[in-house]
T-cell receptor
């Protein structure tokens, strides 16, 4: 069975600062994908960034980047130059290649202080 | 623009009633999913369907039923057998690809409350 754990229920950061959200996962599979989703107050789930397990290079999308440590089964999200619009719930998720189920962590609520 | 439409946005159910949540997509995606979201528990999979006229149970299927008569539509019925149906329900779809996995696309959700 696959599991995803987000150990930080809440995080806060000052506007324009950098924040890192933690995620660990567990799977015995070698071919999988990891995602970070953002859920703002509108509750719409928005894909922030994805990482293929076979790629060693960490994914980046503008101000968002990940630190993927495959051996440690860690997948943290770094948000640089935090903006007020980044305030949301952030979910880490795991999908095994060939499987159908996207497994989510419990979420981290991020607050941006002006 | 393509996307997923969930309706209604808010739904109230009386004890003992069945209610149906609508999910429609115009993305031509093959697979569709229903997730339930409760505070502090993330999202849990209820049912999913990879093709028309076929669907599988997820982790918490008891008290729920689905159908997939059309590629675009995947309605979820919350039956009276579901003991604690108050939650936020999210529908998602995914395009099956041979060159890797594509992220899911989510609808805007339905908030179901038992009154």
């Amino acid at each position: 069975a696959q599991t995803v754990t987000q150990s930080q229920p809440e995080m806060s950061v000052q506007e324009a600062e950098t924040v890192t959200l933690s995620c660990t996962y567990d799977t015995s599979e070698s071919d999988y994908y990891l995602f970070w989703y953002k859920q703002p107050p509108s509750r719409q789930m928005i894909l922030v960034i994805r990482q293929e397990a076979y790629k060693q290079q960490n994914a980046t999308e503008n101000r968002f980047s990940v630190n993927f440590q495959k051996a440690a089964k860690s997948f943290s999200l770094k948000i640089s130059d935090s903006q007020l619009g980044d305030a949301a719930m952030y979910f880490c998720a795991l999908l095994i290649q060939g499987a159908q189920k996207l497994v989510f962590g419990q979420g981290t609520r991020l607050t941006i202080n002006p | 623009d393509g996307g997923i439409t969930q309706s209604p946005k808010y739904l109230f159910r009386k004890e003992g009633q069945n209610v149906t949540l609508s999910c429609e997509q115009n993305l031509n995606h093959d697979a569709m999913y229903w997730y339930r979201q409760d505070p502090g528990q993330g999202l849990r999979l209820i049912y999913y369907s990879q093709i028309v006229n076929d669907f599988q149970k997820g982790d918490i299927a008891e008290g729920y039923s689905v159908s997939r008569e059309k590629k675009e539509s995947f309605p979820l019925t919350v039956t009276s057998a579901q003991k604690n149906p108050t939650a936020f329900y999210l529908c998602a779809s995914r395009r099956n690809g041979v060159f890797g996995v594509y992220g899911y696309t989510f609808g805007s959700g339905t908030r179901l409350t038992v009154v």
